[in-house]
């Protein structure tokens, strides 16, 4: 079912819901992605969950909704604004989603927080040159950023054509929007986050997330490895995500 969930007067993110049970579960993709990315477990949802997956502020549906600024914490404040009426729900964030759902977990009661390979980057241990490093090629040329990216992150499980449609979506994608948040997601700290939230958290990772990322991230998160898989487990082996999805509920209680 596609909907819309409002966000203030007259702005709304745009929403793909599926299945029936007591359990709300969010989607959120990406820097650049969008709630299509989600599909093959929206076809298929785990049971006893209802699965929303949303396009956040300036992505898919939802390029046209204007922030009062491109950063984690606003694409955050969207999602909860949002989401006002689901009590409890499971947030899964995918890469930058992660980020995103561990800001809005300081913001609202959430039973659950599940990221999938979010510390693909290690967040909070780059330091500006790398920073700088990692935004400048997307900043010169867009589009041979994207195609990078993709290149190097989309594992060998996708076919040509999945990762060319994958390419041509994230590079549509608002470059106005998308280049300032891009800048605030690589000087992001999930420090704050971990050391705030009171709810389990959990990782669904490929095989690309390093060992600083690991190392930071081991005190706060329960790690489940979808080993063959790069960074996007979802679509690559989706069979295999949904399975590691629903043991990750299931633990939730």
Wanted: glycine share 6%.
């Amino acid at each position: 079912m596609t909907a819309t969930r409002q966000v203030q007067d007259k702005l709304a993110l745009p929403a793909t819901e599926s299945g029936k049970g007591p359990q709300p579960v969010v989607l959120v993709h990406g820097w650049t992605c969008n709630r299509r990315h989600w599909q093959s477990l929206l076809d298929s949802p785990p049971q006893g969950t209802r699965l929303i997956a949303v396009d956040l502020p300036g992505h898919g549906e939802a390029q046209e909704l204007p922030l009062s600024s491109w950063t984690v914490k606003a694409q955050a404040q969207a999602l909860v604004s949002a989401l006002a009426d689901i009590d409890n729900p499971v947030l899964v964030g995918h890469s930058m989603g992660g980020a995103v759902v561990l800001e809005a977990a300081r913001l609202k009661p959430i039973k659950a927080v599940v990221l999938v390979d979010t510390f693909v980057i290690p967040y909070g241990d780059l330091d500006e040159e790398t920073a700088r490093q990692i935004e400048t090629p997307f900043q010169d040329n867009f589009v041979s950023g994207i195609a990078n990216l993709v290149a190097n992150n989309a594992g060998p499980d996708l076919s040509e054509q999945e990762k060319q449609t994958l390419e041509r979506e994230m590079a549509a994608a608002r470059q106005d929007a998308m280049l300032p948040l891009w800048s605030d997601l690589l000087r992001w700290s999930p420090n704050a986050a971990f050391t705030e939230i009171n709810c389990p958290i959990h990782a669904i990772n490929g095989d690309l997330v390093g060992e600083a990322a690991r190392a930071r991230c081991d005190p706060y998160v329960t790690e489940w490895l979808q080993a063959g898989t790069w960074h996007f487990p979802q679509m690559e082996q989706p069979e295999v995500f949904a399975d590691r999805l629903t043991r990750v509920l299931k633990s939730c209680g």
